[in-house]
Nanobody, 123 residues
Framework: QVQLSESGGGLVQAGGSLRLSCAVSGRTLTGTMGWFRQAPGKESEFVAS????????YYPDSVRGRFTIARDNARNTMYLQMTDLKPEDTAVYYCAIGRGIRSVSSRSEYDYWGQGTQVTVSS
């Protein structure tokens, strides 16, 4: 069974940085990986995605230029480096993996999900 485990969340002041990690166990790290987030009372939001090769990444306008996604296939781990954090980035962040994904921002295309890690940005 594939398991994903996020870590690295926490409390940070606005303008600060955090790096999230997503460790995958139970299978070789193949497929597209992504990060989503959900704030209280809001819908889930696509944050970033990276293809298997690591050469192609995707970001929404809300985080582009501030967040960087990366993956280390040898370590079965994906990362999300977040800089210049804003209070509106406060949410639970989830990592996910899937194969044959065409629409990277669509939650339904991912097969496996982690339990999430809380990121809180204070103003």
């Amino acid at each position: 069974q594939v398991q994903l485990s996020e870590s690295g969340g926490g409390l940070v002041q606005a303008g600060g940085s955090l790096r999230l990690s997503c460790a995958v166990s139970g299978r070789t790290l193949t497929g597209t990986m992504g990060w989503f987030r959900q704030a209280p009372g809001k819908e889930s939001e696509f944050v970033a995605s990276i293809r298997l090769s690591g050469d192609t990444t995707y970001y929404p306008d809300s985080v582009r230029g501030r967040f960087t996604i990366a993956r280390d296939n040898a370590r079965n781990t994906m990362y999300l480096q977040m800089t210049d954090l804003k209070p509106e980035d406060t949410a639970v962040y989830y990592c996910a993996i899937g194969r044959g994904i065409r629409s990277v921002s669509s939650r339904s295309e991912y097969d496996y999900w982690g339990q999430g890690t809380q990121v809180t940005v204070s103003s």
